[in-house]
């Protein structure tokens, strides 16, 4: 059932509760990787390879190694006779058993196979003095043929890896009956095929990525400080690749300025700073330049999509076949190989259609390596289908609302646990009301009449609108699914609830923010279950000393699992702590009732006492009823049993000059279901965030290589990332469909914005630009490329 919204300011589910997290940042109690210092630490200064494919014919490091300050000037060859390492880097999702997987070593010993590609190492008393030691490394290469893009990777003239016969790193389908697929375009009344190309995309978080280890004085131990998604993880996989022990290994993430997936690695950088102080005895640690994260940090995206769809007469869909290419970059990060994939279920939306087709080939370039960027498969998926629907709509001749209406899922009513035609399971939708919601805020009736009479006035000043309804899969669980899908983690989450001796709650998380306002909503549950202030909740979290079990942040995982087991332990201490009362009233624990956080006698509610009463006694243990054992603290590691499945309506509204190219994102509404929500406002702040995400790959954003695979555009002065001065007023609503796969009813946010607004301004883009036959625009739109369109559609004239 869906939870209402609490407009008492209590704090619980459902209120507008500022976030606890916004006042040790704003007022700058807040630390970061590079607000904490240690005495005698070294700085890593790294030597990257400006070429994209070469052998290292030599290192001179006599003039660096001589400078002021530099301890040591490291090179591969060097660190890889020190016997660092047990295995290279890891990928954690081979999605086949033949996969190509070439080793992955923190410091090059002999090839390089992308820009950026780290050759040598140097640790300095400044980052300052590392930064100009660095400069005085002379590095030879042997230039190697380069492969810089998909295109020249699937043509297999050169080699990304010339240890390799071929530069394709797998091939995994989906095809339940390709048959039927085929006869269905074969007696299909409308057909079409497109090709999408998701460019490259440099993640810009506002905090670079940063790492700080730290060894114990005595006794072996140490700890790394990083700013990353998944500290859990982190150091799991340091201990695995390193051969330190697991229990030796503390992760810790202190504040983190945003991660979008970009921070979920496990990095070279990370990977060295811990071997480097264990093997020194001394605190290593690095942060990354703004201009070199483009060789240092993957990127999202990098696919060449082929996507065709057969209808009836009426633009009913018949079969829906898709086929990937996707740029793996130079190496197999963690779920490099996975990331196309998690949009692979989701490549039919919203839409039913009897027969499905979906293929991935994954393909090794010279380039940085991709991985998860906020959404990680999901926007393309969307875009693909919701770029192609509107295109069926061209075909057809009827209007791209009508052409998703008679498509929808369950004829748009709603429907619980429906199964799609790659065997999944839905849990939960109603996708009319989405859609209804978002015309109307919009008033698309209105602006289809402002953009016709602008049409009939001849202005230069074209108005589109464009619209997308997409579902996504998120919580990345149940584990036994990711296991079918050779996913190397589970899907699970955990959580401690304890409930103190002086009645307060703390609560630790396996869940690990940066950014998404966890103790505030963590807090807000507590305070709904046990009938507390949220300000008598503290979380604990992003440390694996003080929480060492968890799986961490990524995938939109964090409320639908993590929350849930919050959920889940808070039920358990609940369910002891009745016990402790009804012992003391001395009634039976059936007859004893929970309201807003006290326990009664039922048809005595004269007789009761607080939850908050009892942490003492719990504590103390002098009565306890026989059996029992102190303390109020149950934990719990919750693995849901399914996916969820979120979904909205978002529709733009640009405006394209018609002489000069330029597009302007004049309004955008956006209506999301994620279930139950928590705390509405952060529901809010979210979508905001991924809109712009999703709306600068539309407009702005591109990793733009050269034909030698050197990228060009390195920095925010070429790399276009939007500012609030390039976005409208964002405006948002939502409707509610519980997900049926958890208690709390909820599903994700955190990437809903991202994979709604590419498909929908780009549809805004091309409606804008009808009258001239232009029926796809590649993205980002940029003037440029605008101008040209309307040139080439009107035979060059200008």
Sequence with gaps: MAVTEDTTNAGGIGARMLRKEDGKLVTGESKFIDDIHVP?????????????????????????????????????????????????????????????NPPHWPVVPEVVHHVGDIVAVVLADSRYQAADAVEQVIVEYESLPAV??????????????????????????????????????????????????????????????????????????????????????????????????????????????????????INPDESLALVLAHRLGRAVRWTETRSEAAGSTHQGRGQIQHVELASDANGKLTAIRVKIDADMGAYMMLITPGTPLLGSFLYHGVYETPKFSFTCEGWFTNRTPTDAYRGAGRPEASYAIERAMDMLSYEVGIDPIEIRRRNYINGGEPFEMWENPAGIFFDSGHYTPTLDRALEMADVAGLRAEQQARRDAGSSKQLGIGLCTYVEI????????????????????????RLLPTGKVEVVSGSTPHGQGHETSWSQIIATKMGISPDDVTVLHSDTAKSPLGLDTYGSRSLAVGGVAISMAADKVIEKARLIAAHQFEAAPEDVEFTDGSFSVAGSPSKSVHIQELGFAAFSAHDLPDGMEPNLQEQVSFDPPNFAFPFGTHVAVVEVDEDTGGVELIGYFAVDDCGNQVNPMIVEGQVHGGVVQGAAQALYEIAVYDDDANITNPSLMDYLVPSAAEMPSIVTDSTCTPSTTNPLGVKGVGEAGTIGSAAAVINAVVDALRPHGITDMKMPATPMRVRRAIEAANGGAS
């Design 40 to 100: 005698g630490e070294l700085w890593m200064g790294m030597v990257r390879s400006t070429m994209a494919h070469a052998r290292i014919t030599s290192i001179d490091t006599s003039a660096a190694a001589s400078m002021p300050g530099v301890h040591s000037v490291l090179t591969g060859a060097q660190l890889a006779d020190m016997d660092l390492w047990a295995a290279p880097l890891p990928c954690a999702w081979p999605v086949t058993d033949d996969m190509a």
């Design 148 to 265: 810089a893009s998909i295109e020249q990777a699937i043509a297999d003239t050169n080699l990304a890896h010339t240890d390799l016969s071929t530069n394709k790193a797998y091939t995994w389908a989906i095809a339940p009956d390709p048959e039927g697929t085929q006869a269905a375009f074969d007696a299909a009344a409308h057909k079409v095929s497109c090709r999408f190309v998701q460019q490259r995309l440099i993640p810009a978080a506002m905090e670079p990525r940063g790492v700080l280890a730290v060894p114990s004085p005595m006794g072996g131990d140490i700890t790394l400080y990083s700013a990353t998604q998944v500290p859990h993880i982190l150091k799991v996989m340091m201990a695995a690749t390193t051969g330190i022990p697991e229990n030796m290994i503390r992760v810790v993430a202190p504040s983190v300025g945003g991660g979008f997936g970009a921070k979920l690695n």
């Design 474 to 497: 998120c919580g990345l669980a149940p584990s036994r699914a990711l296991g079918g899908l050779k996913y190397a983690a589970g899907g699970w989450e955990h959580s401690t609830v």
